[in-house]
């Protein structure tokens, strides 16, 4: 089942940006509603959009159902198999999102598009194949997942985008190094404002100090 986006207007309207933020596996828009509120308080003027993942098997979980925006084949090996067909059908899914916010009025400066560890991954996918420069991009506990493939897509409309790619050393999940790949990947493809953030004992999750690092990153392209 596909569940529309969940969408937390701007607490001060008229909207004058947008936030995509996306979810990882088995999660969803909702388990990120903290995020898009405690957001509001800083950006009043900006509205949160957390996309759901459809549901589908997952070959690594056994085929049990759940939300995923792609399938998985192996935990935390970028060169295990990879579903090339569904990333990128979801990273346009995500591309879509952006262009709707632009249709509406928004200024494509104006919008940021993020997400945690596959929306990480997918996030990173749809805006460096991106025909229009948007305003900044947010990669937490990411990776990347086909280089290969990926390669002749990239365009050149968010080269100098900033970037913000965060990672925790004790990931369990998503390897430390796995996370350097994929900025070493994006820095070599000329992505030139493209920081990287290493979180000292994070596991596969969030922090503080990496919550306020983005909120000043975000601070940045909100002005």
């Given at each position: 089942?596909?569940?529309?986006?969940?969408?937390?207007?701007?607490?001060?309207?008229?909207?004058?940006?947008?936030?995509?933020?996306?979810?990882?596996?088995?999660?969803?828009?909702?388990?990120?509603?903290?995020?898009?509120?405690?957001?509001?308080?800083?950006?009043?003027?900006?509205?949160?959009?957390?996309?759901?993942a459809?549901?589908?098997?997952?070959t690594?979980?056994?085929?049990?159902?759940?939300?995923?925006?792609?399938?998985?084949?192996?935990?935390?090996?970028?060169?295990?198999?990879?579903?090339?067909?569904?990333?990128?059908?979801?990273?346009?899914?995500?591309?879509?999102?952006?262009?709707?916010?632009?249709?509406?009025?928004i200024?494509?400066?104006?919008?940021?598009?993020?997400?945690?560890?596959?929306?990480?991954?997918?996030?990173?996918?749809?805006?460096?194949?991106?025909?229009?420069?948007?305003?900044?991009?947010?990669?937490?506990?990411?990776?990347?997942?086909?280089?290969?493939?990926?390669?002749?897509?990239?365009?050149?409309?968010?080269?100098?985008?900033?970037?913000f790619?965060?990672?925790?050393?004790?990931?369990?999940?998503?390897?430390?190094?796995?996370?350097?790949?994929?900025?070493?990947?994006?820095?070599?493809?000329?992505?030139?404002?493209?920081?990287?953030?290493?979180?000292?004992?994070?596991?596969?999750?969030?922090?503080?100090?990496?919550?306020?690092?983005?909120?000043?990153?975000?601070?940045?392209?909100?002005?």
């Amino acid at each position: 089942m596909v569940l529309g986006p969940v969408v937390i207007p701007a607490i001060k309207g008229p909207a004058k940006g947008a936030m995509i933020i996306v979810h990882g596996l088995g999660d969803s828009g909702e388990g990120w509603r903290f995020f898009g509120e405690l957001f509001g308080r800083y950006f009043p003027d900006v509205t949160t959009i957390l996309p759901n993942a459809p549901e589908m098997p997952v070959t690594v979980n056994g085929g049990y159902v759940m939300r995923s925006w792609f399938d998985i084949y192996e935990f935390g090996n970028p060169k295990a198999k990879q579903d090339v067909d569904g990333i990128l059908k979801s990273a346009r899914v995500l591309q879509d999102l952006v262009k709707e916010q632009v249709s509406k009025g928004i200024d494509p400066s104006k919008i940021v598009l993020g997400g945690f560890s596959q929306g990480a991954s997918l996030s990173l996918i749809a805006a460096s194949t991106l025909d229009i420069k948007i305003g900044g991009v947010i990669a937490m506990s990411g990776f990347i997942s086909i280089p290969k493939e990926l390669t002749p897509l990239i365009k050149s409309a968010n080269k100098d985008t900033p970037f913000f790619q965060g990672h925790g050393t004790a990931d369990p999940v998503i390897q430390f190094t796995y996370g350097e790949q994929c900025r070493d990947f994006f820095q070599s493809h000329g992505f030139s404002n493209y920081q990287f953030h290493s979180y000292a004992g994070m596991q596969h999750s969030t922090s503080d100090e990496e919550l306020r690092h983005i909120f000043q990153f975000l601070s940045k392209a909100y002005t």
